[in-house]
């Protein structure tokens, strides 16, 4: 009988450990797949400055890709933040992403809004885009002071 019972106990025991073990890589691989998708916005709203400010050629093409890849992320990067995900993977959401998420989701809506609008925008030229990129890069910085953990 105490056999088994310890038995029972270990294998309720294991069974913990390999559920936490896969909640902790579910989180992990959200994590993960956050940054990816964040990268590519980081990526495109570079492009979109370098565009804006003269740094490179203005390129339509290039401007309205841009935008569009900002636009596309955020849709995708919403669902990205389920409960269990708040740490771990070296992750710099803050917790107020969780406490708030109505008001990131508004947010991200609005960059979002703002992409689709700077990607129309630039077929009207380099003036036209510059304005419109204005208020996308100008949503990234509101998110990212309430919702970004800065790295020290």
Known sequence: MFKSTVLGGVAALATIAVVATAATVVAQDT????????????GASKTGSQLAKGEI??????ASEAMGTIASNWAAFTKLFP????????????????ESFKDFEDKGQKLASDAVTAQKA?????DAFKGAFGE?????????????????
């Not at 409960?83 to 969780?98: D, H, I, N």
């Open 57 to 62: 050629p203005y390129d339509a093409a290039k």
């Open 136 to 152: 996308v890069a100008k949503n990234c910085r509101a998110c990212h002071e309430v919702y970004r953990v800065q790295k020290k």
């Open 83 to 98: 409960k269990g995900s708040e740490t771990g993977g070296e992750t710099t959401a803050s917790p107020k992403v969780w």
């Open 122 to 126: 630039a077929a009207s030229g380099a």
């Open 31 to 42: 994590i993960a797949q956050r940054k990816e998708l964040m990268k590519g916005v980081g």
